[in-house]
């Protein structure tokens, strides 16, 4: 008879046995790290989304106050020489009023006795403009024909195209009758497209509701000159609001 003698086994430690096995406790450490990891980066991103946000704001804050300061500059220089100009409550337009600058019934073109106002209101535009680069924080500035609320029955599109002609009108005696104007028609904003833009609004955005008397009409009847500024890119907004819907 064979006896066997049977050692006992020799324990083996869970790391010799399986050198793949990682305790339970080592991965909640290395998820931790991670998770600090991913705070600290986005804690980074959140700080340079908000530093970007904040020099956005300061831009617009600061196109809004050279607008502010060229209308002013524009109608204080035109006050000394005896024309009054007006300035919308935002800052945002300047108004050349219908008895500064008016134009015959149904007519479009520049008076003769208004031409060398509205020469004095372009260079005093130009000069505004061009003054320390001011241009480089002007998107558009839209000259804008209005009129009052009279149909304008007998003239090639009504009120519609008569405004959208008197403002093309005075375009055209700035960029071709003004010794700047080869200047105002090469001026670019910052996006390489021209400054200056025409439109006409007939009756529709009237200053005097019910223009039922002659001096309301006389009132909706102008040109404005509307100054719209750069703006930040909106990619720059909506990289931020992506991060703030991933947070949600």
């Known amino acids: ?15 010799e046995d399986n050198p793949y096995w990682i305790s339970f406790s080592d991965i909640m450490a290395g998820l931790l ?28 804050q600061q196109a809004n106050q050279i607008r502010a300061v060229m209308l002013m500059e524009i109608r204080n220089h ?20 219908d008895d500064r600058l008016y134009f015959d019934s149904l007519r479009y073109e520049v008076p003769e006795s208004k031409k060398d106002l509205l ?15 001011r241009y480089k924080y ?25 405004s959208t002609y008197r403002a093309i009108a ?23 497209k ?4 025409v439109s006409g609004y007939a009756a529709t955005r009237p200053l005097v509701q019910n ?9 909706n009847r102008r040109i404005d000159l509307r100054f719209s500024m750069k703006k930040p890119i909106i990619s720059e907004y909506e990289s931020v609001l992506n991060i703030l819907e991933i947070l949600k």
């Open 78 to 97: 035109l006050a000394e020489q005896g024309i009054i100009v007006e300035i919308s409550e935002n800052y945002s337009v300047l108004r050349i009023p």
């Open 194 to 197: 021209p400054m200056f833009s």
């Open 211 to 219: 223009d039922n008397t002659i001096e309301k009409k006389k009132k």
């Open 33 to 60: 790290v991670i998770f600090i990891l991913a705070c600290v980066l986005l804690i980074i991103k959140l700080s340079n989304m908000e530093d970007r946000v904040h020099n956005a704001i300061k831009e617009i």
């Open 170 to 192: 005075v375009w055209k005696f700035w960029s071709e009758e003004l010794e700047v104007g080869p200047s105002l028609k090469t001026l670019k904003n910052n996006y390489g």
């Open 138 to 162: 002007i998107d558009t500035i839209f000259i804008e024909g209005h009129t009052d609320s009279r149909k304008a029955v007998s003239f090639e599109m009504g009120n519609w195209g008569l």
């Open 1 to 15: 008879m064979m006896i066997r003698i049977f050692e006992p086994r020799r324990s083996v430690s869970p790391d």
């Open 119 to 133: 020469a004095d209101i372009g260079y005093a535009l130009y000069d505004a403009v061009v003054k320390k680069n």
